[in-house]
């Protein structure tokens, strides 16, 4: 019974190293397929997102173009008028190198630029309590 023994218990251990194989190459064969799933739907995803943003890009090149043709149409949407319906000129005079506009707020309005020395009157300083309270009675 040695012998005959001896075989059935090698055959026992192959037939069980067999299973185990088949078992892992099954395992591995549906995880593969699983991923090859995740896969597939990642990239029908990712090409409807390509597509959205392609037809979003389509649309906002017709906007700029359209854009374009109505400023060359009418190119006085970009300048402010010249002149306003009761004949004053508006928009269009440039001043003089040097000179200003009046009541046009210039550096000498800025406390800190006139003043360099000096701080405002308002320093953000708040009064404190008291750190020991009054005892009560």
Sequence with gaps: MAKGGKLVAGLVVIGFVGVLFVLYAADRLLKAR??????????????AATARAEEQQEHRQEAAQASAALTSFMPAIKQPPLTVPDGKRRGAARLKPGRERKGAKGAQDHGSAARPGRRSGRTGEHPVRPTDPAPRP
């Design 34 to 47: 699983a991923q090859t799933r995740r896969l597939r739907a990642m990239s029908t995803r990712l090409d």
